[in-house]
């Protein structure tokens, strides 16, 4: 038999929560961002859920020619656009939409030779200082894409720094509107946080929810899942495989970090940091037994963690054990809380499930 640890997309989560962004996109089409691979979904296991999406949008190439393999006729979005000349080859073989970012990648797109021109989604650099053009070279830049035959249509995009958080977005749209002021075209500015939080300012017509599709809360800590009525699209569940009884000073695994104040039954759970469960997370990250919420003891090891069975009498060698997600009697644990016991974010975990989990898609 296998280890019992498996790794389950839920289809119906996904598609409600597409739903969802749909829902605060109002008439905006939505990007179903899917870099990544699905952020560790799978793009595969999540494609038929995202149907309903206006296009698909990722970085790299290969997972592109994924979705046009799964029969995909629709917009794709290359959210970096190339990253070599010969990347436009594909482009106009596949018919990907790219973003464009900078010079070189319009130098590249000078030269390059097409019967198709391509649609382009002009990036401006309004503050967040990773990629795109500054304010005062954006409209030079869309002057330059637009007199080239290889460019049909152009849209103009932004990317906010700040949208979950206190600073939020109005210096960047700012910059923004007054830098693209008169320039046509389509505007996409939105990811999940600002899709949510923000939709009257930054709603343009192209919103780009990546992680809310997932079903983390982009502001969590602020704000979780449920407030924005998020459904967990991804679930890591295991099984107890073993059972100690402890007596008070008795320690739990790798350098004793944990020390028994009393007699305390534990459960060894089969989940390690080679799974992808994060090995920060220490005494205290939430689990559920059996449904039940307990806690996590001592560290994370390779293969196993333990669990504080306290206050869960039917936890066994056999019970099942949810790192994140929902358990089969309904009970839920946000990966959001884990994350967060972690130091990190439900973005990182659920893109860490390592490749020695089996996957299954309900
Ligand atoms: C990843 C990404 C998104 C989606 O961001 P979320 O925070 O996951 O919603 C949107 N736009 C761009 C350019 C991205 O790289």
């Known amino acids: 038999m296998p280890r019992p640890i498996l790794a389950t997309a839920h289809s119906q989560g996904l598609r409600h929560n597409l739903e969802r962004a749909r829902l605060s996109a109002r008439d905006a089409k939505v990007w179903a961002v899917v870099k990544a691979n699905a952020y560790g979904h799978g793009i595969e296991r999540v494609f038929e859920s995202f149907r309903a999406a206006d296009g698909f949008a990722l970085l790299d190439l290969a997972e592109a020619e994924r979705i046009r393999a799964l029969g995909w006729r629709g917009p794709i979005l290359l959210l970096e656009g190339v990253f070599e000349?010969?990347?436009?080859?594909?482009?106009?073989?596949?018919?990907?939409?790219?973003?464009?970012?900078?010079?070189?990648?319009?130098?590249?797109?000078?030269?390059?030779?097409?019967?198709?021109?391509?649609?382009?989604?002009?990036?401006?650099?309004?503050?967040?200082?990773?990629?795109?053009?500054?304010?005062?070279?954006?409209?030079?830049?869309?002057?330059?894409?637009?007199?080239?035959?290889?460019?049909?249509?152009?849209?103009?995009?932004?990317?906010?720094?700040?949208a979950d958080g206190p600073r939020g977005i109005r210096h960047q749209m700012q910059t923004f509107e007054q830098a693209a002021r008169d320039l046509p075209g389509d505007r996409s500015l939105a990811n999940s946080a600002a899709t949510l939080r923000h939709a009257d300012e930054a709603r343009g017509d192209w919103?780009?929810?990546?992680?809310?599709?997932?079903?983390?809360?982009?502001?969590?800590?602020?704000?979780?899942?449920?407030?924005?009525?998020?459904?967990?699209?991804?679930?890591?569940?295991?099984?107890?495989?073993?059972?100690?009884?402890?007596?008070?000073?008795?320690?739990?695994?790798?350098?004793?970090?944990?020390?028994?104040?009393?007699p305390i039954t534990i459960g060894i759970a089969?989940?390690?940091?080679?799974?992808?469960?994060?090995?920060?997370?220490?005494?205290?990250?939430?689990?559920?037994?059996?449904?039940?919420?307990?806690?996590?003891?001592?560290?994370?090891?390779?293969?196993?963690?333990?669990?504080?069975?306290?206050?869960?009498?039917?936890?066994?060698?056999?019970?099942?054990?949810?790192?994140?997600?929902?358990?089969?009697?309904?009970?839920?644990?946000?990966?959001?809380?884990?994350?967060?016991?972690?130091?990190?974010?439900?973005y990182e975990l659920m893109c860490a499930v390592a490749p020695r989990v089996p996957f299954a898609v309900d």
């Not at 990648?105 to 309004?126: E, G």
Request: hydrophobic share 40%; with cysteine; aromatic share 6%.
């Open 207 to 262: 919103v780009r929810p990546g992680i809310m599709l997932y079903g983390s809360a982009p502001d969590f800590p602020a704000h979780d899942a449920e407030h924005w009525q998020l459904q967990p699209a991804m679930t890591l569940s295991t099984r107890l495989i073993g059972v100690q009884t402890l007596a008070a000073g008795d320690t739990v695994g790798y350098g004793s970090s944990f020390s028994a104040d009393g």
């Open 270 to 346: 089969a989940v390690g940091y080679a799974d992808g469960y994060p090995r920060h997370c220490s005494t205290g990250t939430p689990v559920l037994v059996d449904g039940v919420r307990t806690r996590m003891v001592g560290r994370v090891s390779m293969d196993m963690i333990t669990v504080d069975l306290t206050g869960v009498p039917s936890g066994r060698i056999g019970s099942e054990v949810t790192l994140w997600g929902r358990a089969s009697g309904g009970a839920l644990l946000s990966i959001d809380d884990v994350a967060q016991a972690a130091g990190t974010v439900g």
């Open 85 to 162: 000349a010969r990347d436009l080859e594909l482009c106009s073989r596949l018919d990907l939409w790219h973003t464009v970012h900078c010079d070189a990648q319009i130098d590249m797109l000078a030269a390059h030779k097409t019967h198709s021109a391509h649609r382009v989604f002009l990036k401006m650099n309004s503050g967040m200082n990773r990629l795109g053009f500054a304010p005062e070279r954006f409209r030079a830049a869309w002057t330059r894409l637009s007199a080239l035959p290889q460019v049909d249509e152009i849209s103009l995009m932004t990317h906010f720094s700040d």
